[in-house]
């Protein structure tokens, strides 16, 4: 089974992520979707079919739990176990590729993405000059990525919808590191002020993957 990796976060998170290889009869042996599941699935075509299931598989997977917990989505997107409401969860998916995490303390956000040189035709328009002028020469495309990956995971822990990207949230000045590193990024909304922490990571196969948590009310 092609589960690349999943990796523990202290006593309360886990995250993994998924290469998509199977086809949708595969998944269906394991378990069934749920008639919620089931009516939003068949509303996909193609390639988004196996990325749902894979990302069910996955978060199944991360649950250890012996049965599949069905996933539903919030009015504003965001999947969630109403079976388990205070467990957090984030997943993503992109090019054969699915990322889950989950969290029993916090609330979380995940983004996986293919490395490709069109992020650069977006990068004034979703990024701060200052969050721009920390980027090391040489790293461009793949500091872009983590940007976008940074601000889309705030976007699902939010969970909430109606953030301004380039104005709302703010990613604090890091250091590019080769493999993976460490980040902060703060989420200005009215009078809301929110700061996540999180890890990025740049993985063989050309993709980026960012996982962060909601840290603390400022």
Known sequence: ?????????????????????????????????SPEENQHFNKLNGRKKLEYLSARHLVHLLTEQENRMPMHTSISGKPIFLCHPTLHLSISHS??????????AYKVGIDIQLIVPQMQKVATRVFSEKELSFIPVGKELEMLHIFWGIKEAVFKAYGIGGIDFKEQIKIQPFEYQENSGEFKALLLKEKLSIMYIGNYHILPAGYVSIYLFEEIEV
């Open 95 to 104: 090019h054969g590729y699915a990322a889950a995490i989950i969290s029993k």
């Open 1 to 33: 089974m092609p589960l690349c990796f999943k990796e523990k976060l202290g006593d309360d998170a886990v995250w993994g992520i998924w290469e998509i290889k199977e086809e949708e009869d595969w998944f269906f042996k394991q378990w069934q979707l």
